[in-house]
């Protein structure tokens, strides 16, 4: 359990001073983005989530995200409890077109409620309608697998 504390508390910690530098580095582009997400496994039904993240542009078309947030599974049956997680990710976004998007990434999805912490890995594609608001699909393996829609707005 410390671990788990340990390892939110330093996320935490280093994405404070990501942010909050004034560098000469480009700043970081800040999107919320509460999610439906639809498992693959039989025992869930459906889920909710927000999510976080942060994006540093490396070049035109690449960017270096950090993400966060909190999301619910909820069980089909009784007898399951919901599988709610604390995703801590880390990845890559890249645009094969002006509005359109590719993203990867790769973390921990810290377990509540004595779920323990899963390797959480996925992917997923996007749209951007604008600066403001992007929308996406995504698989992601955060012990069960699942599809999240995502819409994102800017900060």
């Known amino acids: 359990m410390n671990a788990k504390r340990l390892l939110i ?3 935490i910690g280093i994405m404070t001073v990501c942010l909050s ?3 000469q ?3 970081a582009k800040i999107t919320l983005s509460p999610e439906l997400l639809i498992p693959f496994s039989k025992a869930y039904n459906v889920g909710i989530g927000g999510i976080l993240e942060a994006e540093w542009a490396v070049e035109k078309k ?3 995200t950090l993400a966060t ?3 619910t599974l909820f069980p089909k049956y009784d007898f ?3 599988y709610t997680f604390l995703p801590l990710k880390g990845g890559v976004k890249y645009f094969v077109d002006p509005k359109v998007f590719i993203n990867f ?3 921990a999805a810290i377990g509540f409620n004595d779920a323990g912490t899963n390797f959480l890995v996925g992917g997923g594609v996007g749209y951007k309608f604008n600066n403001r608001i992007d929308a996406g699909i995504r698989i992601e393996d955060a012990g069960t ?3 999240a829609l995502r819409v994102g707005f800017r900060l």
């Open 69 to 71: 947030g909190v999301e």
């Open 105 to 107: 990434n790769l973390g």
């Open 25 to 27: 580095a480009q700043s």
């Open 80 to 82: 399951y409890s919901n």
């Open 9 to 11: 508390v330093g996320l």
């Open 21 to 23: 530098t004034t560098s």
């Open 145 to 147: 697998s699942y599809a």
């Open 62 to 64: 690449l960017g270096l």
